[in-house]
């Protein structure tokens, strides 16, 4: 005889049974020792939540407790200088949440007397701080009914509410946080929230969903109808072009010659390698290095070429005290050996 209490079903579980149902889960299955979840202010989720954004776990782990140890506190954050600031936030990339994280330190000293607001509507005014930031603040710092949507979550409810459209469009991101908003509890949301983190990270994946470990997969939507690789759904992914750079090392017993990049282009108000429009056919070619960034390929050649004026000459020493690409740094760390 079939057990048809737990044959897959297209019809969603209401917000409660779902909201207890991941709850339980979390305790025993979810991720509950990360160090922004111990000792837990709101400036250490604000904190996390600007380094997670794009970037995993494992790897923001070290930059948090790094960042945590020269930047303990908001003030302190807000007193340091952009140049600190990006010493420490470099090898993470997406240099611009460096600077927002640095602004809406500024602006909690300046305009709210040092402390992040448990308010949504508040919190949206601190410069950096979207909707789904907004609402981890205020669900993981103050435990408040605030819905989130992230990545993850937007793939777990895609799956389990059979949402279909391209989930990048307005249309598919106001079904989605729809849902988010109806299915938040009132109570204990600090681990609900966890909860659809810890899902979509580690059971509904985007390639090969664990399914079988999941809780709610018997009144999952994609999982009913064998869709799971199906949703979300996604536009075609244009091929990422390529572009060529060239660098000028000018590198002496004294140090190496950077310049401070602009606020505008890649790597802004990073410390570089000057850099050329065009190759220098007379220099020597001192070597090359490539880099993905999310919208293109850089290929770059580095010419050994004295440069005359604009710069500053740094020791090789003292070049973890500078925020430099992540690209720029390894290769000047070969020099370094």
């Known amino acids: 005889m079939i057990d048809k209490t737990s044959s897959p079903t297209t019809t969603p579980i209401d917000p409660v049974k779902f909201s207890e149902t991941l709850t339980l889960w979390q305790k ?22 600007l380094m997670l954004q794009q970037t995993q776990v494992a790897t923001v782990i070290p930059y948090f407790e790094r960042w945590l140890q020269h930047f303990p506190t908001v003030v302190a954050l807000a007193d340091a200088s952009e140049d600190e600031v990006m010493a420490q936030w470099q090898g993470l990339g997406y240099y611009s949440r460096a600077r927002n994280l640095h602004k809406a330190a500024k602006f909690v000293v300046q305009e709210m007397n040092g402390q992040l607001p448990d308010n949504i509507d508040e919190l949206r005014e601190v410069p950096g701080v979207g909707p789904y930031t907004a609402g981890a603040i205020s669900a993981f710092a103050f435990n408040k009914p605030a819905a ?60 090969s969903p664990d399914c079988q470990r999941c809780p709610i ?110 690209p720029i740094r390894k290769y000047l760390n070969t020099l370094r050996t």
């Open 28 to 49: 025993t299955h979810g991720r509950n020792d990360l160090p922004w979840q111990q000792d837990v202010t709101p400036y250490r989720v604000l904190v996390s939540e």
């Open 148 to 207: 989130l949507v992230d990545g993850n979550v937007k793939r777990l409810f895609s799956r389990y509410f059979g949402i279909e459209g391209d989930i990048s469009s307005v249309k598919t991101n106001r079904t989605i946080w729809s849902y988010a908003e109806k299915y938040t509890p009132k109570a204990d949301n600090r681990r609900y929230a966890q909860a659809l983190l810890d899902l979509g990270a580690t059971i509904c994946t985007p390639r």
């Open 217 to 326: 997969k018997t009144s999952c939507n994609a999982y009913a109808t064998n869709r799971t690789q199906v949703l979300p759904e996604k536009k075609a992914k244009k091929k990422i072009p390529k572009r060529h750079g060239y660098f000028l090392l000018d590198l002496t017993d004294e140090g190496v010659m950077l310049t401070q990049r602009s606020g505008d282009g890649i790597w802004p108000r990073l410390w570089c390698l000057p850099e050329v429009l065009e190759p220098l056919e007379k220099a020597h070619l001192h070597g090359s290095f490539k880099h993905v960034f999310s919208h293109y390929k850089l290929e770059a050649l580095v010419f050994s070429q004295p440069v005359a004026q604009g710069g500053v000459r740094i020791p090789l020493e003292q070049l973890d005290n500078y925020g430099l690409p992540t």
